[in-house]
């Protein structure tokens, strides 16, 4: 994953000129994985929606997504992603026809079917921006669909930032600077994820599903918080078993809002013991009672995640155990020494930094790096208002940095 910013201000045109790249060249070997429409319909598409995303409507910036099909998925009857379909095509000829449309796909879900329809680019309907549930077995440990869904995706965040994905290619356009995502992404193994996999696991074959399940649900998680847009801290303390005075003493934390009995940790281990811990029922009455059990623990560790993402709104950090179990929010990190006893170092790049470039950074990010700084095994997940993740963690001489941490990657996203 590259995510190197180009050295002048970007816009549409390079984002457009980014995707255009190859993509002759891509659709003529694997045409099944690129939206049907041409370049110069390409470049009007995205052009609109740079535009569209700067129009508020009664206040508000839109939100939204426009999905362009490949020709196989065109030809489909009955297409089984499609929520409904215009009794007439829309067309899209300016601004303001797709700011009209916008509110129709406010939530990443669901997206505007755009087609290009003899030389005219118009919207067609409405339609599930990812595979759908219907990808997820029951007594299955796949909580969230995540299959490939090709085709050309438009994403709109906020005014000016787009994100815009095709043929497992991803361009991030934010704050007039381009970044290339990159293929599939690329996100370090968190030093807590093994150790917490062994504890959890209550037979050994099932460390491999519950470390795969910690991933996911910490994942969205941090894609969940990013969303909120409030921006947020998520800290991973190397111990168990602490409560806010262990948190205050030990690790120069001052929970406003301490919690007991609250385990992310615990609800992922109970959905995995309950997927493959237990012998597959044998009747038709003890798969009734399995699947009863199966959806309460599932619904469980997806209520915690949701929870959690709006938990760290609240000002402060959000502190975790070392398994996963909630300490408390509203963290104050008290840790305030200019004594770099560690290195920096960028993890992607791998090339050491100055410490002085933290002072360049906003409180969250000067506390996460003080804190891991201090104090070894810590790890910090830093989400910015804007959201991007940063992730710190403490090891050895190192505070290693990772920016930015890939947790937008959702179902809906053409990976």
């Not at 000829?93 to 797709?98: G, Y």
Request: charged share 20%; with cysteine.
């Amino acid at each position: 994953m590259n995510s190197d910013k180009s050295d002048t201000m970007s816009g549409p045109n390079e984002l457009v000129g980014q995707l255009l790249n190859g993509r002759n060249s891509g659709r003529q070997g694997s045409p099944e994985s690129y939206g049907n429409i041409s370049d110069d319909g390409v470049r009007f598409v995205v052009t609109l929606a740079y535009y569209a995303s700067q129009c508020a409507e009664e206040g508000d910036y839109p939100r939204f997504r426009i999905f362009i099909a490949t020709s196989a998925e065109l030809a489909q009857t009955p297409d089984p992603w499609q929520l409904g379909r215009f009794a007439e095509a829309i067309p899209l000829n300016d601004v303001d026809d797709l700011r009209r449309l916008a509110p129709c796909a406010a939530s990443h879900d669901y997206a505007l079917e755009v087609e290009e329809q003899e030389n005219k680019i118009v919207c067609t309907g409405i339609r599930l921006a990812h595979s759908g549930e219907g990808a997820i077995s029951v007594l299955s440990t796949s909580l969230w669909a995540r299959h490939l869904r090709p085709g050309l995706m438009i994403r709109v965040d906020a005014p000016g930032l787009l994100r815009v994905s095709e043929a497992q290619r991803a361009w991030d356009l934010r704050a007039g600077g381009l970044s290339d995502l990159g293929s599939l992404p690329v996100q370090p193994t968190p030093l807590w994820l093994n150790p917490l996999a062994e504890r959890l696991a209550s037979k050994d074959r099932l460390k491999s599903h519950i470390r795969k399940m910690v991933l996911f649900a910490w994942n969205e998680l941090l894609h969940s918080s990013s969303e909120c847009g409030r921006g947020g801290c998520f800290v991973i303390l190397p111990k168990s078993l602490l409560d806010a005075d262990a948190v205050k003493n030990q690790y120069e934390i001052s929970l406003k809002y301490p919690i007991v009995s609250m385990g992310l940790g615990k609800a992922i281990s109970d959905f995995v013991d309950i997927c493959k811990g237990t012998p597959p029922p044998s009747n038709a009455e003890s798969l009734k009672e399995a699947v009863n059990e199966w959806l309460k623990a599932r619904y469980s560790l997806l209520s915690h995640v949701e929870s959690l993402a709006h938990l760290s709104g609240v000002d402060g950090c959000t502190v975790f155990d070392s398994n996963l179990n909630l300490v408390g929010f509203g963290g104050k990190i008290l840790v305030s020494s200019t004594d770099h006893k560690k290195q920096l170092r960028d993890a992607i790049a791998n090339r050491y930094l100055s410490a002085d470039i933290m002072k360049k950074t906003g409180t969250r990010h000067l506390s996460a790096f003080h804190l891991c700084n201090a104090h070894e095994g810590v790890s910090c997940y830093v989400v910015s208002q804007d959201g991007q993740v940063t992730a710190f963690w403490s090891q050895g001489e190192l505070v290693e940095q990772w920016k930015p941490y890939p947790a937008w990657v959702k179902r809906s996203d053409q990976y």
